[in-house]
């Protein structure tokens, strides 16, 4: 896919290297580079998906970075079904439904 | 010349690039010791609480409704001996704009901000706060980039977290997202160095000063309503900061009466800093992970001198499972008919428990709740979890292992707390003022301090710097 000057896109970036992170912090975090992603407005006439390209952020800033999507769009959702939590309104129900019983 | 961009040069410019981005000298209200001026530094950099209810008046936030949980206290009188089960009442701060009570503590923030005359507004956070900074930017103006901790190394991010960004762009910030790890601040630093922006930490006097109203308002309300102020509040703790604003903002409206509990999940077991660890717990905030580190050692913050020093307020503080918190949230919908987010109702599960010791005549307020969506919700939430391999079942949540499991209480009657040795707690604080102050004897002022920042006494302190082995100055 081919991303336009203006485009809406999505940049990755590599901020510390395995070895340039904090001593002080587990091995496994250690051994992982600190990552970073940004989104921006295209300032390359066109670029694509794996390129090195210059966006323009929301608020203006100029940042540098891997291409990795075009109009980047957000899919966090509602989940899917957890039978685990049905009992929980219906139990309360019925135990409100007994009344207040203090014995 | 271009200034070193290496983590050791940055984070050795720490305390000149803090300056200039909080407008705080700092350096004032130290004594060079252990001790520095608390309530000066609340004083002359923060704001009085009328004024603070103006600036939050300009951008209507506060004043937020107080419910009645009634139905929630049934439940808990029936699990409580006779003449025990206080009522339970809730305020709901997901009211405020950006849906959390976080809008309080940005809008002090930004208006300081504004009113210094800086261009735009930069907050770390993964939470609420970051929608709160960038609605309150985007109502004066402001530009905004919040950077959040987000990801883990193969790309995977806890959907609270993800929603939140979406949230924050939403409201038209920049929302720079890194993967796990505490050189986050690293990045801070270097966005901060690069704008000249405002920090908007949720540390300093202002960001705690915006959550007084909280107090304040709690205790007006129930003196309008109940003709007195309430028994006990309870506080979800993270940072400290919404405990510390709320003690302060009920100590300013008299209510001196009043216990301060602060309530976190327990997430023991689990490293924050950890790649593997990152996506395996089932809450990113309000949780122990936060709670004990920043109360046994405020000033580990963003800021020289954090303004958030839960031990100066705290009268207890008890730890609850993940699992008790869903299930308190899943009732809070059924029974109350409130749908809220998961994190804001630590405290409500903690209330509960509470309660069934409480006199029946007796009252607990729970001090907030969030927005909930996409994400941020305990169907996604669970669904994640069980995606990262945690079990979720039902039984006692006595048993439940962060990381390993999440356990739902099998009926209102199974939820329980932990409590906390508030003393060892306070003991742990103190065992880190003198090893972060470097000092080896501790004089007159530092003693006085250390007895404030722990509400506790003299000889109490005394006798935790005999086992640490310190000496006090004695007097002239």
């Known amino acids: 896919m081919v991303a336009k000057k203006g485009d809406w896109v999505r940049i990755h970036k590599i901020i510390l290297n395995v070895g340039e992170r904090s001593p002080n912090i587990p091995e496994d975090t250690q051994s992982v580079p600190l990552e970073m992603w940004d989104k921006g407005f295209l300032i390359n006439e066109t670029a694509s998906i794996g390129d090195q390209v210059d966006v323009e952020t929301y608020i203006g800033r100029k940042v540098t970075g891997e291409l990795i999507e075009i ?25 409100l439904e007994e009344g207040e019983k203090h014995d | 010349m271009t200034k070193d961009r290496s983590l050791s040069a940055v984070m050795s410019r720490k305390l000149e690039i803090m300056k200039s981005s909080v407008g705080i000298d700092y350096d004032i209200f130290e004594s060079g010791r252990i001790a520095f001026d608390y309530e000066r530094m609340m004083k002359e950099t923060g704001y009085s609480l009328q004024e603070i209810e103006e600036i939050q ?8 409704p107080l419910y009645e949980l009634r139905n929630i206290t049934k439940l808990a009188r029936k699990y409580a001996k006779p003449g025990k089960g206080a009522r339970i009442f809730l305020k709901d701060e997901a009211s405020n704009p950006s849906g959390s009570f976080k809008a309080r503590r940005a809008a002090t923030a930004v208006y300081h901000a504004q009113k210094l005359g800086y261009k735009g507004v930069i907050a770390a956070t993964s939470g609420n706060y970051g929608a709160a900074v960038a609605s309150q930017a985007a109502m004066r103006g402001l530009k905004c980039i919040i950077v959040q901790e987000c990801y883990d190394s193969k790309g995977k991010g806890q959907p609270e977290i993800i929603e939140k960004a979406r949230a924050c762009e939403a409201y038209g910030a920049e929302v720079v997202q890194l993967s796990v790890g505490p050189e986050l601040f690293y990045s801070f630093l270097l966005l901060l160095e690069e704008t000249g922006f405002f920090n908007a930490s949720l540390y300093t006097p202002f960001g705690i000063a915006g959550v007084e109203t909280l107090g304040y308002e709690i205790s007006m309300q129930f003196r309008e309503k109940e003709g007195r102020d309430p028994d006990a509040v309870v506080v979800t703790n993270a940072g400290g900061g919404n405990l510390t604003g709320t003690a302060r903002g009920l100590i300013k409206a008299g209510a001196l009466d009043t216990t301060v509990i602060g309530a976190s999940v327990s997430l023991s077991g689990l490293h924050m800093a950890s790649d593997e660890q990152f996506n395996k717990k089932s809450f990113t905030t309000g949780h122990t992970g936060f709670g004990i580190p920043f109360a046994t050692w405020p000033d580990r913050s963003d800021v020289p ?3 958030a020093r839960p031990l100066r307020y705290m009268d207890r503080y008890l ?8 299930y308190m949230t899943e009732l809070l919908a059924q029974v109350e008919g409130l749908e809220r987010g998961p994190a804001g109702n630590t405290a409500l599960a903690v209330a509960f428990v509470l309660s ?11 001090q907030e709740t969030e927005y909930t969506g996409a994400g941020k919700h305990i169907n996604p939430q669970l669904t994640f979890a069980k995606e990262n391999g945690i079990k979720i079942l039902k039984g006692n949540p006595a048993n439940e292992v962060p990381g390993e499991n999440i356990i739902l209480p099998e009926d209102p009657g199974m939820l329980c707390v932990e409590e906390l040795d508030i003393e060892k707690t306070k003991k742990s604080y103190i065992r880190n003022s003198i090893k972060n102050s470097e000092v080896e004897t501790v004089n007159r002022e530092d003693l006085d301090f250390l007895v404030a920042d722990t509400k506790s006494n003299e000889s109490f302190v005394r006798d935790a710097l005999e086992e640490l082995g310190v000496k006090v100055e004695t007097e002239e």
Do not use: C
Request: aromatic fraction near 10%; proline fraction near 4%.
């Open chain 2, 305 to 307: 001198r954090s303004a």
């Open chain 2, 57 to 64: 008046k300009e951008t209507t936030v506060g004043n937020t």
């Open chain 2, 319 to 326: 730890t609850v499972n993940q699992g008790s918190v869903f």
């Open chain 1, 71 to 95: 109009n980047p769009f957000w899919d966090h959702d509602y989940g899917k079904a957890v039978p685990e939590l049905l009992y929980i309104g219906r139990q309360a129900r019925e135990l």
């Open chain 2, 356 to 366: 069934q010791e409480m006199d029946e005549d007796q009252i607990v307020v729970v």
